[in-house]
Nanobody, 128 residues
Framework: QVQLVESGGGSVQTGGSLRLSCATS????????MGWFRQAPGKEREGVAT???????SYADSVKGRSTISQDNAKNTLDLQMNSLKPEDTAMYYCAALSYCYSGSSSLLRVARAFPYWGQGTQVTISS
């Protein structure tokens, strides 16, 4: 049984940093793809960062250079380090996983529906 549990969200001021973490169970990292997505009120869910089974990463243009996705196979966690945060980063952030994944990270960034497993989300609020 796959379970994803996000943590690390919160309220910070513009320019601040947050590290989101997703504790996973039931996922074998070597054959899975994972990602972080976000959804702001009234907007569609969008890809923030993805990592494929060989460790290749992709980022949305809006966060490129400010965010880093990483996974720790020993701890079974997927992290998203976000720096230089902006008010437009305010959203609910979700961790997602796809087992037996052979897609590249860049294509997965645009296809949230490809991921069958999702966490409950963690809220990120950036104040100006």
């Amino acid at each position: 049984q796959v379970q994803l549990v996000e943590s690390g969200g919160g309220s910070v001021q513009t320019g601040g940093s947050l590290r989101l973490s997703c504790a996973t169970s039931g996922i074998t990292y070597r054959n899975s793809c994972m990602g972080w997505f976000r959804q702001a009120p009234g907007k569609e869910r969008e890809g923030v960062a993805t990592i494929d089974r060989v460790g290749e990463t992709s980022y949305a243009d809006s966060v490129k250079g400010r965010s880093t996705i990483s996974q720790d196979n020993a701890k079974n966690t997927l992290d998203l380090q976000m720096n230089s945060l902006k008010p437009e980063d305010t959203a609910m952030y979700y961790c997602a996983a796809l087992s037996y994944c052979y897609s590249g990270s860049s294509s997965l960034l645009r296809v949230a529906r490809a991921f069958p497993y999702w966490g409950q989300g963690t809220q990120v609020t950036i104040s100006s």
